[in-house]
């Protein structure tokens, strides 16, 4: 479904168990939908809901249920996400909007664990952030690909380059050749004159000289074969050059290739497997984190004298004093145990909960992180065994043609080596039948023979340098073609080595306009700009150091004088980091086109921006999505534009 079809279409969700929801069916319209109401009042899990239809895994089932499931329906397309709990972990299913959520988790879903506002709360490396979604191992191999077919073009060139500078001279000797092909048949004609003229006053002779013209064709045409031998011995013998020439040239370039050891690959592979098991764990853990602490939030937000009563059963007014005193202590019964607890005790193991939970999701961050290094890490190793496996392919293949090659050449010597012995025994022959007495008509014979031989070598030099000229030709006519080819190439190497530049760029420039805006509309004292430089640093990686880009985020304030001065990042207040924060996901969002595939945005925990600045922020981001669904407290929702439809999920 396109984007203009998705903003005009009305979206209706169905859940059931899903987070602190046992059951909730209701719509959006499209622009803003304002979820309101105060703390564990279900509204995270509704936006988690959201999120679980469109394919992210950062949803949890309800704590006490078995099976849960989200049915959202966009226009004429409905999809579904379904949850299975099979003994410690849960079992996903269902077809939901996306099959990769990625972006839509980094960019679009921005509740409070998100990590693009975590990534500038906590001072992390925004560009590997901003970068994460590139698929930097395919680019590389695109790019090596591409490389090798340049190097393969730019050989043929440089070939017809030799080839080109060869054909002046081939020509010089094409007319030579057509030259002396002119005068020996020039030649050859007058001797014919000469013998038809002979012929005429003496036959008797006729018997002897067909036996002497006989024996004189053999041997031109056994002379013929020593020079097709020769030939092919000489054309055998530069093939076998170029072969030793390749065969140096990829045994050059083997030594250039660092040594990958045996089980390498191997052990990467088994880490790999073992980080990715050790990543389902820490993600198991955090949905039943995620499920406790939203049961718990729940609980606690719903306690109340009815609660207490149906715990502790039927008491007297009087203890029903107590009670109402108790809760207005800030006591609570504990839904475990039965017993009062102070609400506060209760707060603080929620608390630690949280803390829990941030840091499993730091840890599933980290071997994300660990899993894309190794990934990186095992591709390289692939990707210089297959340059060393295609190497020694070809060097077996380039012994094996030497075999082949220098076999025949001993074969063209033995052939060569017999005719020279019929060649022998054909000119003693030769000379048996010239010893008699012939007399002139012989030696005419013998000499127009000799021209016939001569022509007939000529002839063929001459049809071997048009050959060759007509080859070069062909392949000239090639050239442009692929002068073009490597140009093309050229120009796709040029894309595939800047687009990571152009993202980078494009990502600083979307950040600091989008930034810019947003202080002016949100008018914070004494914050002039936020912006971010990018720069590049010499970092080691590996045995080598490489240049890499890196995102330096700047805070630049005015003293009650009006002068300009840069701050530190640790002197943002809480508001300001928020808002930086998710300034920086909708960059993300906005260079890597979110909005062309996720229909939603998601904001959450908002509660550390003032309630007007709520209201200028939310304004700001629902030019840029075709819904966009926040959750606030009851008191930030009263500053946010009345003509957004509000919905409370408890």
Known sequence: MSSEQMSKSKVNISVENIGGIDELSTSFEPGVTVLAGRNATNRTSLLRSIMAAHGSDDVALKGDAEEGFVELTLGDETYTR??????????????????DTELADLFAFLLETNDARRAVANGEDLRDLIMRPVDVESINEEVNALQQQKREISNELSTLSNLSEKLPTLEQRR???QDQIDEKETELAEKEREVEEYDASVSEQQEAESELESKLGELRDKRGEIDDVDRRIQTEKQSLNALESEEEELQEDAEELPDVAGGQVSEIESEISRLRTRRQEVQSTINELQSVIQFNEEMLSGTSSDVVEALRGSESSESGSVTDQLLADQQVVCWTCGSEVDQEEI????????????????????????????QDEKSTHEQRQRERDRIERRLSEIESEQTTREERIEELKSRRSELEDEVDSLEQTVDELESEE??????????????????????????????????????????????????EIDEELKELRT???????????????????????????????????????????????????????????????????????????????????????????????????????VLDSLEAIDAGRISRLVDYFADYADYLVVALLEEDAQAVDSSYPRYSPA
């Open 82 to 99: 379904t949850f299975e709990r099979q003994g410690s972990s849960v079992v996903t299913g269902g077809d939901p909007i996306l099959d």
């Open 175 to 177: 007319t030579k050749l």
């Open 347 to 374: 707060e603080s193991t929620i608390d630690r909960l949280r803390s829990l939970r941030e840091e499993k999701l730091d840890e599933g961050r980290s071997f994300k992180q660990k899993l894309s290094e190794l």
């Open 438 to 487: 012939h007399g002139e008509l012989l030696d005419l014979h013998r000499e127009a023979n000799q021209l016939e031989y001569d022509l007939g070598r000529l002839r063929s030099d001459l049809d071997d340098v048009e050959d060759e000229i007509a080859s070069i030709e062909a392949k000239l006519d090639e050239r442009d073609e692929l002068e073009a080819t490597r140009d």
């Open 499 to 601: 687009r990571i530049e152009r993202l980078e760029s494009e990502a600083v420039e979307e950040f600091n306009t989008r930034m810019d805006d947003v202080l002016d509309v949100l008018e914070y004292d004494n914050l002039e700009r936020i912006w971010i430089e990018r720069t590049e640093q010499r970092v080691r990686e590996g045995r080598k150091k490489v240049t890499k880009s890196v995102f330096e985020l700047h805070v630049i304030r005015t003293n009650e004088e009006g002068v300009s001065y840069e701050d530190s990042l640790a002197h943002l207040s809480e508001s300001e980091r928020e808002v930086t924060g998710l300034v920086f996901a909708l960059a993300g969002y906005l260079i890597h086109e979110v909005y062309e595939t996720v229909p939603f945005m």
